[in-house]
């Protein structure tokens, strides 16, 4: 039996392992990660990669390492001088340094050799203080568990996409597994839909390698904001006072209050906001009403404004569902091992993120726990915390 098996290989999952075995001394050979990628962080990478990302939106003190300096240092004094880049402000990381980072601590700390390739499919528990979790690939069992699962694979596709792609369209999502962007090197008019960082970064990027033809529809104008919830988030002076709400629908409503929803940072709107003046990127503000495919292959969109626009793809950059456990394979787990959750349908858990003594929660799934940057990589930091007591104490 294992000591710790962690599901979910992205950042967060990435980050739990170094901090496990690099700080908290755990066995190499008594954890396992089990993600369905042959890499760390491999969805995360493919999903970054089709945006057009040029620099992180969090600050340099936020990645995968144990010092929080240790990007920093990475850059100045190490192998990431090479590829050290930063923009203003809070020292955002370019890509490409971060990604250098990351297999850098993956391989000096040796993460890859702790992974495992495998779908998790069914969760019990396991003689008296552990559980067995069903992979695709076997069943695995361990003392600890942790639910690192993010929400890549949970894609926001409306009604009118899906149908549309029933009739043999060009619609696609912009972080699904089979997208790449010379997908859209064929159409003559690509339309965007949805605005946020992602739709904003995804719009630049095919604009200044095709030019003209590329078109953003979003529900709503421009929401500038540095991040997607405020920084005080990750400290005392926003985390005190959300601790002290006992009830769960209340932590639910300031959640959604303080995140920064289709927002991006001043740099990316500024950017985009020329290119729209370039006439470069066109962009109408309104909602979809109606949608049909003609000529064949082409697509028409009657938006609310009463307007109709026209292209040959669909990009959908509307984002992810939250992985709410009542949803996956979770549910069956949930009624036997008497997982309670709140009205909103995710985690009640305790101050070291169980669900259950041994089960633990990260990313999403802590977020009534956490707050709105549970998710992010500020997320799995604080999420490292509550662990490393947990394994400082067995």
């Not at 000591?3 to 496990?20: A, E, F, K, Y």
């Not at 057009?52 to 600050?59: F, N």
């Not at 509307?318 to 069956?332: C, M, N, Q, V």
Request: net charge neutral.
């Amino acid at each position: 039996m294992l000591d710790w098996l962690i599901i979910g290989g992205g950042i967060h999952g990435t980050h739990l392992s170094n901090v496990l075995i690099h700080r908290c001394g755990v066995a190499a050979d008594r954890l396992v990660v089990l993600d369905p990628f042959e890499e760390p962080m491999a969805r995360w990478r493919h999903c970054t990669k089709n945006t057009g990302m040029t620099h992180l939106r969090s600050p340099v003190v936020h990645h995968v390492g144990l010092d929080p300096m240790g990007l920093d240092h990475f850059a100045k004094k190490g192998p990431g001088r090479s590829v050290a880049s930063f923009r203003p402000p809070y020292a955002r990381p370019s890509l490409r340094l971060f990604e250098a980072h990351c297999s850098h601590i993956c391989e000096e700390g040796d993460l890859t050799s702790v992974r495992k390739k495998g779908r998790a499919v069914g969760l019990s528990g396991c003689h008296q203080t552990g559980f067995r979790v069903e992979t695709d690939q076997g069943l695995l069992e361990a003392r600890r568990v942790v639910l690192a699962m993010g929400s890549a694979e949970s894609l926001t596709w409306p009604g009118w996409a899906r149908e549309l792609e029933s009739q043999g369209a060009r619609v696609w999502h912009l972080f699904d597994m089979d997208f790449e962007i010379g997908r859209c090197e064929e159409a003559d008019e690509v339309m965007i839909i949805g605005f946020g960082i992602s739709a904003a970064q995804f719009a630049l990027r095919l604009a200044s390698k095709r030019g003209p033809g590329v078109r953003v529809i979003s529900r709503h104008g421009l929401r500038v904001h540095q991040f997607d919830s405020e920084p005080c988030w990750v400290g005392p002076r926003c985390q005190v006072p959300f601790r002290k709400l006992k009830d769960y629908r209340e932590r639910r409503q300031a959640i959604t209050e303080a995140r920064h929803r289709g927002s991006m940072p001043r740099d990316i709107a500024r950017a985009f906001q020329h290119h729209v003046q370039w006439g470069r990127i066109d962009w109408s503000v309104s909602e979809i009403e109606s949608s049909r495919v003609v000529d064949d292959s082409g697509i028409e969109l009657g938006l609310c404004d009463g307007s109709v626009v026209r292209g040959d793809a669909v990009v959908l950059a509307t984002g992810f569902e939250p992985p709410r456990p009542d949803r996956s394979w979770l549910a069956e787990a949930m009624e036997a091992l008497d997982l309670v959750c709140a009205s909103c349908g995710f985690p009640i858990v305790d101050e070291a993120l169980q669900w259950k003594p041994g089960l633990h929660v990260s990313g999403p799934l802590a977020e009534l726990e956490l707050g709105p940057a549970a998710r992010n990589i500020a997320g799995a930091r604080m999420t490292s915390r509550r662990l490393a007591a947990v394994a400082g104490s067995s």
